[in-house]
Nanobody
Framework: QFQLAESGGGLVQPGGSLRLSCEAS????????IGWFRQPPGKEREGVGC????????NFTASGKGRFTISRDSAKNTVYLQMNSLEPEDTAVYYC????????????????WGQGTQVTVSS
């Protein structure tokens, strides 16, 4: 049974930082593509980025480029999303997800999802 558990969300002021964690169980994170997606209030879910089995990171959104970084700790079987210089537009529920294979594409192959963690950027 594949399980993903996000944590680390919360309320942060504009310009602040948060690090989200995605702890996996039932599989090894460095053997699959692990993605981060987010769903802003009233909007559709959108991709943030992904790390594949080689450790290659792909950004899915231009708005996160230079501000968001994805990494993993194989010993902890955990993938991280470091978010800096946060903006109110980053407010969303953030989800991590596992691809059915080693890579980050196509998006339809992300089939296992966590429960999400709320990130609110507000002064």
């Amino acid at each position: 049974q594949f399980q993903l558990a996000e944590s680390g969300g919360g309320l942060v002021q504009p310009g602040g930082s948060l690090r989200l964690s995605c702890e996996a169980s039932g599989f090894t994170v460095d053997r699959y593509g692990i993605g981060w997606f987010r769903q802003p209030p009233g909007k559709e879910r959108e991709g943030v980025g992904c790390i594949d089995f080689r450790g290659k990171v792909t950004n899915f959104t231009a708005s996160g480029k230079g501000r968001f970084t994805i990494s993993r700790d194989s010993a902890k079987n955990t993938v991280y999303l470091q978010m800096n210089s946060l903006e109110p537009e980053d407010t969303a529920v953030y989800y991590c997800t596992k691809s059915s294979h080693r890579f980050c594409f196509p998006h339809r192959d992300f089939q296992s999802w966590g429960q999400g963690t709320q990130v609110t950027v507000s002064s």
